[in-house]
C-alpha cells in the first residue's frame, strides 16, 4: 500500500480513465463518487487512514461536478475536527474545451485540501507549449497547480489524448515520491 487514495467523480467514463492513469502512477487506491455524489461506507476509514489524497473531479459549467461537491460538503466535519490536518493533497481535472475553465476547478481543488490544513502537491512538470508540442507530449496543457485533462467533445474514453494520460501517470509518480519522502 502506497498510503495515497485518489477520489474522484465521473459522469461519463473520461475522468475515470484519467484517475486509473493517475492511480496506476502512484500504486494508489481508487474511490468512485457515485452518480448521486455517494462513496461506499468503507471509503471514509480509507480516507482516514491515507496519507494522501488526491481529489479528481470533470469540469462541468466551471466547476467541479455537483456530486464532487457533494463529497466535499460531506468531509465539513472532518473540517470541523480537523481530521485530515496535514495531509498530503493532489488534485486533477478533465474537460472538453483546453481551457474550458478547468483551472477554476484546480484553484477550487486546492481551496478544499487548504481547508482540511493540507500540503498541497503541484504539478511539477515544464509544459510542452513549443510550436512543435502535440497533444501527445508531457502537460501539454501547460498545468502547474495540478494535473489538466482534455477530453475532446467528441472523444470517446478510448480517444482521450495520450499526453494527458501519460502526463497522469507521471503526476502520480510524483506523487507516490513525495508520499514517500514524507513518511
Ligand atoms: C453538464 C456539463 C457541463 C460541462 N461543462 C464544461 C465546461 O465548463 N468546460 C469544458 O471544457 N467542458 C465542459 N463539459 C465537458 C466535460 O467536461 C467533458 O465531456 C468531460 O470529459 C466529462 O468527463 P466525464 O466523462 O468524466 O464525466 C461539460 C459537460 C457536461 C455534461
Redesign the pocket.
Known amino acids: 500500500m502506497s498510503g495515497i487514495v485518489v477520489v474522484y ?8 480513465k ?1 484517475a486509473e492513469y493517475l492511480a496506476r502512477g502512484a500504486k494508489a487506491e481508487l474511490i468512485a463518487i457515485d452518480d448521486n455524489g455517494e462513496l461506499p461506507e468503507s471509503a471514509w476509514d480509507k480516507l482516514a487512514e491515507a496519507k494522501t489524497i488526491v481529489f479528481g473531479a ?6 467541479a ?1 455537483w456530486q464532487f461537491k457533494k463529497f466535499a460538503d460531506a468531509t465539513s466535519k472532518i473540517w470541523f475536527m480537523r481530521g485530515w490536518q496535514n495531509k498530503l493533497f493532489a488534485g486533477f481535472t ?4 483546453p ?4 483551472g477554476l476547478t484546480l484553484a477550487w481543488l486546492q481551496t478544499l485540501a487548504g481547508q482540511h490544513g493540507g500540503i498541497w502537491i503541484s504539478l511539477g512538470m515544464l509544459p510542452s507549449n513549443t510550436k512543435a508540442a502535440k497533444n501527445t507530449d508531457l502537460n501539454a496543457l501547460g498545468g502547474s497547480t495540478g494535473l489538466l485533462v ?2 475532446p ?1 467528441d ?1 470517446s ?1 478510448d480517444e482521450i489524448p495520450q499526453g494527458g494520460l501519460d502526463t497522469a501517470a507521471a503526476f502520480g509518480a510524483r506523487i507516490a515520491e513525495i508520499t514517500e519522502q514524507f513518511a
Not at 467523480?9 to 475515470?16: F, I, N
Not at 478533465?94 to 474545451?97: G, I, K, T
Not at 481551457?99 to 478547468?102: A, E, I, M, S
Request: hydrophobic fraction near 20%.
Open positions: 467523480h465521473s459522469g461519463y467514463g473520461h475522468t475515470r484519467v470533470p469540469t462541468y459549467m466551471g466547476n461536478s478533465n474537460s472538453a474545451s481551457v474550458g475553465d478547468k482534455q477530453s467533445s472523444a474514453v
